[in-house]
């Protein structure tokens, strides 16, 4: 059976990488050919050595580098990233709350996806989920994208908005952002794989 390898990218809490790891992991799915194959996360790496994420993992077995950025050039810093992830061989690289930006080192050479906590064009950047809290549009959302050399900006594979409620508080706004991101990511990584659920 074909194995479709994959490694993962995180900074902090790790939510959505262990929802990946839940829904996606040594799971079998169905291909364009019809063929059953497997997903594997064969690695996840994270720049932060600080990151909740990381005891996380402990649990399931999956190799977890620890590369941090700090005094590090962005290139430099990118090109040894590069370099790690190419020893794993992933068909896909997800960033899942992976807080860089990234170089053309990284983006022109590594096939990448990312996972954005609003709808866009709205609200690129580090502070996605207060900045769309605080608009005056009535929805958030969540989008997943291809990477691309312009922050936040590559190709849409799956976006959904989310509607505001009326006096809620940007935590429990935050908490629906999250659920919403828990239903798409993995949808949309089946959808950037060309896979779907065995029937
Ligand atoms: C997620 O909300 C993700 O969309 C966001 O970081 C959070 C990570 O949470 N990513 C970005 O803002 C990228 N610009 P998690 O570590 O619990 O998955």
């Known amino acids: 059976m074909k194995t479709i390898r994959l490694c993962i990218l995180f900074s902090g ?15 079998e799915f169905i291909d364009e050919r019809d063929c059953v194959c497997r997903i594997e996360i064969v690695a996840t790496l994270c720049n932060n050595p600080q990151a909740k994420g990381i005891q996380a993992l402990q649990e399931f077995h999956i190799p977890c580098l620890v590369l941090s950025h700090k005094g590090l050039e962005r290139e430099v810093y990118d090109a040894l990233l590069v370099r790690e992830i190419r020893r794993y061989e992933p068909a896909l690289c997800v960033l899942s709350g992976f807080m860089r930006i990234l170089t053309p080192i990284f983006t022109q050479h590594i096939r990448a996806i990312n996972i954005h906590p609003s709808f866009l064009p709205h609200h690129k950047g580090a502070h996605a989920i207060r900045d769309s809290f605080e608009s005056p549009q009535d929805f958030g959302g969540v989008s997943v994208h291809w990477v691309s050399d312009e922050l936040d900006s590559g190709a849409i594979i799956a976006q959904e908005k989310l509607p505001k409620v009326a006096g809620e508080s940007l935590e429990d706004f935050e908490a629906r952002i999250h659920e919403l ?4 990511f993995p949808q949309a990584i089946l ?9």
């Open 181 to 184: 991101e828990y239903k798409l």
């Open 13 to 27: 809490t790790g939510s959505n990488m262990l929802n990946l790891i839940r829904t996606l992991h040594l799971r």
């Open 191 to 199: 959808r950037a794989l060309a896979l779907h659920t065995r029937s």
